[in-house]
């Protein structure tokens, strides 16, 4: 099983950017963390970040045939991107949507999600453990 991990703008200033909101862990740690947990799951993992929209769109579309699994976290393009949904939509590949924050307890227009609206799953307030939430259930389903 091949597992593609998204994270949108601004998560590659994890340990810096609000760490009251987003912890002290960086960007860095996540990678190991993600890595760490899908060799012990046997799976192959790759990972990419983007503060570009358009970026996100290419790499979802260059999944095609290639990922069984998308974790996505689109940070703010969340809230805004219909081209994001679109692409997950067109590549139809088994996707869960994480955020670190639990978004549904923060400001109002947190709690629209564009790519919600194809996730099967949203893990959502978990920290870092958001992530590994979501590979073990897209592992699960793909079983
Ligand atoms: C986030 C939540 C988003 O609202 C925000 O724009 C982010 C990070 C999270 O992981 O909690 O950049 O996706």
Redesign the pocket.
Same mark, same amino acid.
């Given at each position: 099983m091949h597992i593609l991990v998204i994270n949108? &703008?601004?998560?590659n200033m994890l340990g810096i950017r609000e760490p009251d909101?987003?912890g002290k862990n960086t960007y860095a740690d996540l990678c190991d963390m993600i890595s760490a947990k899908a060799e012990e799951m046997n799976i192959t993992v790759e990972l990419f970040q983007s503060n570009h929209e358009g970026a996100i769109v290419d790499k979802i579309q260059e999944a095609y045939g290639k990922a069984d699994g998308i974790v996505i976290? &689109?940070?703010?393009?969340?809230?805004t991107s219909v081209a994001i949904l679109d692409a997950l939509k067109a590549v139809a590949i088994p996707t869960c949507e994480?955020?670190?924050?639990?978004?549904n307890s923060?400001e109002e227009f947190?709690k629209i999600s564009y790519v919600g609206l194809y996730a099967e799953k949203t893990f959502?307030?978990y920290g870092f453990d958001?992530y590994t939430m979501a590979m073990d259930y897209l592992k699960e389903k793909y079983n």
């Amino acid at each position: 099983m091949h597992i593609l991990v998204i994270n949108g &703008p601004n998560l590659n200033m994890l340990g810096i950017r609000e760490p009251d909101i987003y912890g002290k862990n960086t960007y860095a740690d996540l990678c190991d963390m993600i890595s760490a947990k899908a060799e012990e799951m046997n799976i192959t993992v790759e990972l990419f970040q983007s503060n570009h929209e358009g970026a996100i769109v290419d790499k979802i579309q260059e999944a095609y045939g290639k990922a069984d699994g998308i974790v996505i976290n &689109p940070a703010a393009y969340t809230h805004t991107s219909v081209a994001i949904l679109d692409a997950l939509k067109a590549v139809a590949i088994p996707t869960c949507e994480v955020h670190i924050s639990d978004v549904n307890s923060r400001e109002e227009f947190r709690k629209i999600s564009y790519v919600g609206l194809y996730a099967e799953k949203t893990f959502a307030g978990y920290g870092f453990d958001s992530y590994t939430m979501a590979m073990d259930y897209l592992k699960e389903k793909y079983n």
